[in-house]
């Protein structure tokens, strides 16, 4: 079965620091692997997404990056962080019948 | 291209009371319906998925959902909360092509009193 893992689990950072943020796959091979952020008490917003290896789509521009440098390794960036980057970020394997969630990351920016 | 609104961003219930969430689309090809759940700080778990075949569909927890094409609806239901049950919870949306993205609504949360 399909597991993903995603760490750290909670950050603390301060604001211009950099962000790396990794989510590794399991179970499948060439998945369609998702970022989405959620701000407290929003939804999910769709940060990136990526269909294979060094194939990155952005919905949204922002002060992120992600980068798919393995088939199954998903990794978001930031070179300066900023106050509003404060979230709760989610990596998710997603296909159109289904889809697989980290256990998502507690960033807070200070 | 598809969308989803969940008509109501909170929705509180005693224990042991029904409840119903409530999911709308809007898609101009055949879709995909999910339901997931995500608990305090965790990813998201799917409840239950409509693909095909019968409109009523039933997940885990005692939770069942039922898609209604002319009313472009896929309500969520449960008979009897439990306190275990306070979650969030998302509605999403799909087409047939492999090429879909899954589309989330905006989420309800759901809070039970004792």
């Known amino acids: 079965s399909q597991t993903i893992h995603q760490w750290p689990a909670t950050l603390v950072q301060p604001v211009g620091s950099p962000l790396s943020l990794e989510c590794t796959v399991e179970g499948t091979s060439n998945p369609n692997l998702y970022w989405y952020r959620q701000a407290a008490g929003r939804g999910l917003q769709l940060l990136f997404y990526s269909v294979g290896i060094g194939q990155i789509s952005s919905e949204v521009p922002q002060n992120l990056s992600a980068s798919r440098p393995q088939d199954r390794q998903f990794i978001l960036s930031s070179k300066k962080l900023l106050l509003s980057d404060s979230g709760f970020y989610l990596c998710a394997w997603v296909s159109y019948t289904e889809a697989f969630f980290g256990q998502g990351t507690r960033l807070t920016v200070v | ?114």
């Open chain 2, 1 to 114: 291209a598809q969308s989803v609104t969940q008509l109501d961003s909170q929705v509180p219930v005693f224990e042991e009371a029904p409840v119903e969430l409530r999911c709308n689309y809007s898609s101009s090809v055949s879709v995909y319906l999910f339901w997931y759940v995500q608990y305090p700080n965790q990813g998201l778990q799917l409840l239950l998925k409509y693909l095909s075949g019968s409109t009523l569909v039933k997940g885990i927890n005692g939770f069942e959902a039922e898609f209604n094409k002319s009313q472009t609806s896929f309500h969520l239901r449960k008979p009897s909360v439990h306190i275990s049950d306070t979650a969030e919870y998302f509605c999403a949306v799909s087409g047939y092509s492999s090429a879909s993205k899954i589309i989330f609504g905006s989420g309800t949360r759901l809070s039970i009193r004792p």
